[in-house]
């Protein structure tokens, strides 16, 4: 069956790693109508909105979108788009599975873990103020709701994916109040499941464990911050960005997309590797229930590094983005 997906190329790099994926689904006969919508700093310029109506709409009609990553100005500028558009649509549960892939030089190749990202407060509630010139607020939201909803789909998504433990990342012994209240709702979701084992580990203690000896860990659920930081460290111990995909997901839909971000310093060279958002688009066919095509892409990649042959800068090699794609598409099935 045909299914409507809403296509944001986004900035940077995303648009080139965006064709060769459309590329790819294609050549696998993934059967998807693309509408394809600008957001962003491009939306800005042209339509006076970084996200503008009819993009909105389209999600919320597909229910599904496939996205490149857009370029958050620092320090300065508009609002973060990636956090706007998962708060317009109530994305709140992101989900990234860390895995390598064969023959990736990496320090932990064996690696399957998933982190659970609440996404919709904590410090990226954007409530920032001067109080006087010189002291600035930042302010931290953490709610029941929120913290119990990340915290039962967690354990919800442990249980329908067959992994044996959900564990908390938080600094309740420092912010007692805020990641207290994360915690408790953590363990009151916990008493649902008590065939998954649930523990929690302070922070820092866990990023130090992570290097070491990541695979203690299965599933691990976070506020938002925390979630940003570990997903980029955990990058890094299979191999780096260019490899760890990504989902938004909420009761009205479901968006796609790379943990990296548009890595302005190689946009525009077609240099970029396509793997991360690949495999949030490999993410996405399973989630709209087209398993054949999605194992059919998997395997075409996962041939692709067995071989070795074709491999993007990141990886070591100095194929090109739309070679990488070709790669891929004559290794389908
Ligand atoms: P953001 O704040 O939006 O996450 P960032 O500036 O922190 O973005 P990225 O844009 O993710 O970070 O880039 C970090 C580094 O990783 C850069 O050196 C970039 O070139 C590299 N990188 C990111 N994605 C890829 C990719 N798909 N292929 C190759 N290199 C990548």
Same mark, same amino acid.
């Given at each position: 069956?045909?299914?409507?997906?809403?296509?944001?190329?986004?900035?940077?790099?995303?648009?080139?790693?965006?064709?060769?994926?459309?590329?790819?689904?294609?050549?696998?006969?993934?059967?998807?109508?693309?509408?394809?919508?600008?957001?962003?700093?491009?939306?800005?310029?042209?339509?006076?909105?970084?996200?503008?109506?009819?993009?909105?709409?389209?999600?919320?009609?597909?229910?599904?979108?496939?996205?490149?990553?857009?370029?958050?100005?620092?320090?300065?500028?508009?609002?973060?788009?990636?956090?706007?558009?998962?708060?317009?649509?109530?994305?709140?549960?992101?989900?990234?599975?860390?895995?390598?892939?064969?023959?990736?030089?990496?320090?932990? %190749? $064996?690696?399957?873990? #998933? !982190?659970?990202? =609440? /996404?919709?407060?904590?410090?990226?509630?954007?409530?920032?103020?001067?109080?006087?010139?010189?002291?600035?607020?930042?302010?931290?939201?953490?709610?029941?709701?929120?913290?119990?909803?990340?915290?039962?789909?967690?354990?919800?998504?442990?249980?329908?994916?067959?992994?044996?433990?959900?564990?908390?990342?938080?600094?309740?012994?420092?912010?007692?109040?805020?990641?207290?209240?994360?915690?408790?709702?953590?363990?009151?979701?916990?008493?649902?499941?008590?065939?998954?084992?649930?523990?929690?580990?302070?922070?820092?203690?866990?990023?130090?464990?992570?290097?070491?000896? %990541? $695979?203690?860990?299965? #599933? !691990?659920?976070? =506020? /938002?911050?925390?979630?940003?930081?570990?997903?980029?460290?955990?990058?890094?111990?299979?191999?780096?960005?260019?490899?760890?995909?990504?989902?938004?997901?909420?009761?009205?839909?479901?968006?796609?997309?790379?943990?990296?971000?548009?890595?302005?310093?190689?946009?525009?060279?077609?240099?970029?590797?396509?793997?991360?958002?690949?495999?949030?688009?490999?993410?996405?066919?399973?989630?709209?229930?087209?398993?054949?095509?999605?194992?059919?892409?998997?395997?075409?990649?996962?041939?692709?590094?067995?071989?070795?042959?074709?491999?993007?800068?990141?990886?070591?090699?100095?194929?090109?983005?739309?070679?990488?794609?070709?790669?891929?598409?004559?290794?389908?099935?």
């Amino acid at each position: 069956m045909r299914q409507k997906v809403t296509l944001i190329p986004g900035d940077g790099i995303g648009p080139e790693i965006i064709a060769a994926t459309v590329r790819v689904l294609e050549a696998a006969g993934a059967e998807i109508d693309w509408e394809t919508h600008i957001i962003g700093a491009q939306a800005l310029e042209k339509q006076g909105t970084t996200i503008p109506d009819e993009a909105l709409e389209s999600i919320k009609r597909n229910r599904i979108a496939l996205k490149g990553p857009l370029t958050t100005p620092v320090g300065k500028g508009f609002t973060s788009v990636n956090v706007a558009l998962r708060k317009a649509l109530d994305l709140y549960a992101n989900v990234r599975p860390v895995r390598a892939l064969p023959n990736v030089p990496c320090r932990y %190749p $064996e690696l399957d873990l #998933v !982190i659970i990202r =609440e /996404n919709t407060e904590d410090l990226y509630s954007g409530l920032e103020h001067v109080v006087v010139p010189g002291v600035v607020e930042s302010l931290k939201i953490i709610t029941e709701k929120a913290s119990l909803r990340i915290s039962k789909y967690a354990f919800e998504y442990a249980r329908k994916n067959k992994r044996r433990k959900v564990t908390a990342f938080h600094k309740a012994n420092i912010m007692k109040l805020s990641d207290g209240l994360f915690l408790e709702c953590f363990y009151r979701a916990a008493s649902e499941y008590p065939e998954i084992q649930a523990e929690d580990k302070i922070i820092d203690n866990a990023c130090m464990q992570l290097v070491m000896k %990541p $695979e203690q860990f299965d #599933v !691990i659920v976070m =506020e /938002n911050l925390y979630g940003d930081i570990v997903s980029d460290l955990c990058a890094g111990l299979i191999g780096g960005l260019g490899l760890a995909p990504g989902a938004n997901i909420g009761e009205q839909g479901a968006v796609f997309e790379a943990v990296h971000g548009s890595a302005p310093d190689i946009a525009g060279q077609g240099i970029a590797n396509p793997t991360a958002i690949l495999l949030s688009a490999i993410m996405m066919l399973r989630h709209i229930e087209k398993h054949d095509i999605a194992n059919n892409i998997e395997n075409a990649l996962i041939e692709v590094y067995k071989e070795g042959k074709v491999r993007t800068k990141d990886m070591g090699g100095n194929s090109k983005t739309a070679e990488f794609a070709n790669a891929v598409i004559e290794k389908l099935s």
